[in-house]
């Protein structure tokens, strides 16, 4: 036979790629305990980060995702609701490595942590699968960052230039306008994809970020939305699967802005996961774990061999301490920070971006000697005008506290005059006393 095709050759390409995720063999366990998020089984004997169904009475069951070992059982946590898994339910080895699918048909889409939709706009079809928590790049595959960025924010893009490829976090406390910004980012930055991360936010914002914020935006966008109420995994899962979306579009060659909103939620679900499997919190109650998956996530932003992630990262910073343990961590992760400031933002003064906290680390190999010397002497303005302000406020102080000296002399001397007529009068009245007798 030849291996001409003919008109009968059939189209086997989808089939070998659902053969290929395929496990033909079945590993199981039964379910002992269920302890808040946390399920114990005997089984299976899956490595952590495997996928497995836990069969309940109604058919379809819940996927679940081993998360820990203790003595001789298997640690698993729910993607969905618990609801319906009893004393011993099956639990069922679906896949070893967590995959998740990607591919172009999820421009434009709306879905949740698991890349299920929530637009109502029908299935979404897969091009490839990619493992959830990424492959290791060797960081010598890496392009240097060496193009600027035009992020549309004019005290960005002059003096925190942010290069192509670079992972930026946006840190601020609560209502100062992180959000605001990474929606005025994605409106304006000119990149042929934008996947967005909404994580552990609450659902009233997500709609608010899509409709005000991204508007038209969202053609060539792809949002990711794990809110608050879903479980701990999926807010992860949610993360993770943006990363790997973004990674999809960029092993194509395009260029991806991939956005977070926010890391410090994807912190907390991971602090959730780790105390419920029993790691001992650490740092503000962070465990171990969270300082562990930040690096796994942020790292695989970056340039690729071809194409780029951007990653812009929102950072919550509770009590506007920048010190606080993930901003922290983050910082020290990220090739620069945006700090928005509380004081400006109260002064209605959006974006609300304190230059001279803020810094990017890129800006040196994207911009020209020119660019450089010119954000210098910006800056240095800058540093002058706070130190004027200082002074002005030490100043101001100064005055006031020469005024309460001054009104101090003054009462002082009235207090002496009128000491002295009381006296001058006893002393008539005495004299005049003395003069009768
Ligand atoms: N660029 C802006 N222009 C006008 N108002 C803004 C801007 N950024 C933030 N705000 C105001 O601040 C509020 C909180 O912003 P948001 O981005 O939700 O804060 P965060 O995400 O830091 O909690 C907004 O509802 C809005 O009133
Ligand atoms: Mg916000």
Known sequence: MSGRPTDT?????????????????????????????????TGPGAPLGSLCRISTRDKGGIFAEVVGFRTGHVLLMPLGDLAGVAPGSQVLLVRERPLVGVGDAFRGRIVDGL??????????????????????MNPL??????????????????LLTCGRGQRLGIFAGSGVGKSALLGMMARYTRADVNVIALVGERGREVREFVERDLGAGLEHSVVVAATSDQPPLVRLHGAFLAVALAEHFRDQGRDVLLMMDSLTRVAMAQREVGLSVGEPPSTRGYTPSVFAVLPRLLERAGQGPEGSITGLYTVLVEGDDLNEPVADAARSLLD???????????????????????????????VGPDQQAQAGRVRAWLATHREAEDLDRCRAALVDRRREERQLERLRVRAEERHRAVEERAAAVLLDDLARR
């Open 9 to 41: 050759d059939l189209d086997f390409s989808r089939a070998r790629r659902r053969l290929r995720d395929l496990d033909s063999v079945l590993v199981s366990g039964r379910v002992t305990d269920v302890i808040g998020l946390v399920v114990e089984a």
């Open 115 to 136: 890349g299920r939709p929530l637009d109502g706009r029908g299935p979404i079809e897969h091009d490839a699968v990619y493992p959830l928590y990424g492959d290791r």
């Open 141 to 158: 595959d890496r392009r240097p960052i060496r193009e600027p960025l035009d992020l549309g924010i004019r005290a960005v893009n002059a």
């Open 336 to 366: 620069g920070h945006v700090v928005l400031s509380r004081r400006l933002a109260s002064e209605g003064h959006y974006p609300a971006v304190d230059v001279l906290a803020s810094l990017s680390r890129s800006m040196i190999d994207v």
